[in-house]
């Protein structure tokens, strides 16, 4: 069975799609590490803060921060 690129955007990663990296889920809404992220306050914080921005920092090279 063939998988169909998922049209949702990762909450976690902010303006990428949702790749499912995680086994056995079908989205975000089923995303373990979305959960995590999204119950924690100090980690929601964090990514409300660094989302803002786009999760990238100034003066860095995105070359090197992908792998």
Same mark, same amino acid.
């Given at each position: 069975m063939r998988r169909v690129p998922p049209? =949702?955007?990762c *909450? %976690?990663?902010p303006g990428d799609p949702c790749? !499912?990296?995680q086994l056995d889920v079908? @989205? *975000?809404h089923d995303c373990p590490l979305v959960y !995590? %992220?999204?119950s924690d306050d100090d980690l929601h914080d964090r990514l409300r803060?660094? @989302?803002s921005t786009n999760g /990238?920092? *100034?003066g860095r090279d995105e070359s090197t921060? /992908? =792998?």
């Open positions: 049209d =949702a955007k *909450p %976690v990663r790749t !499912l990296c079908t @989205g *975000p !995590l %992220v999204m803060i660094n @989302g /990238r920092q *100034p921060t /992908r =792998a």
